[in-house]
């Protein structure tokens, strides 16, 4: 799986961007599906995740209690994409903004996801 992130960008606090991953591969509604982020100096940290939608219930969805409330993750297995919908951000909100993959359910820990996207920067300006 080839993952590409875009979407990124300066923003106000108070702003809004909508970060966009596209996946490679005809199994894509079978991975999990995440984004994570790291800020200059600090370890990467979960954000949010949407895991395999085969079920009949489709994706269970999770999100870190900091962007609870303020961000949005969801999943077009049509188009194999990925989208975090970000609002009311905030300049702790800054970093470099990861999607990625996992075989497996979803987990905050970073060592479960298979694939990696590129990164995509996000700047929050107070």
């Known amino acids: 799986v080839q993952l590409q992130a875009s979407g990124g960008g300066l923003v106000q606090a108070g702003g809004s961007l909508r970060l966009s991953c596209a996946a490679s591969?005809?199994?894509?509604?079978?991975?999990?599906m995440g984004w994570f982020r790291q800020a200059p100096g600090k370890e990467r940290e979960f954000v949010a995740a949407?895991?395999?939608?085969?079920?009949?219930?489709?994706?269970?969805?999770y999100y870190a209690d900091s962007v609870k409330g303020r961000f949005t993750i969801s999943r077009d297995n049509a188009k194999n994409t990925v989208a975090l919908q970000m609002n009311s951000l905030k300049p702790e909100d800054t970093a470099v903004y990861y999607c990625?993959?996992?075989?497996?359910?979803?987990?905050?820990?970073?060592?479960?996801?298979?694939?990696w996207g590129q990164g995509t920067l996000v700047t929050v300006s107070s």
């Open positions: 990625t993959a996992a075989r497996t359910g979803a987990s905050s820990n970073p060592k479960q996801y298979n694939y």
């Open positions: 591969g005809r199994t894509f509604q079978s991975y999990t």
């Open positions: 949407i895991s395999l939608a085969i079920s009949w219930n489709g994706g269970r969805i």
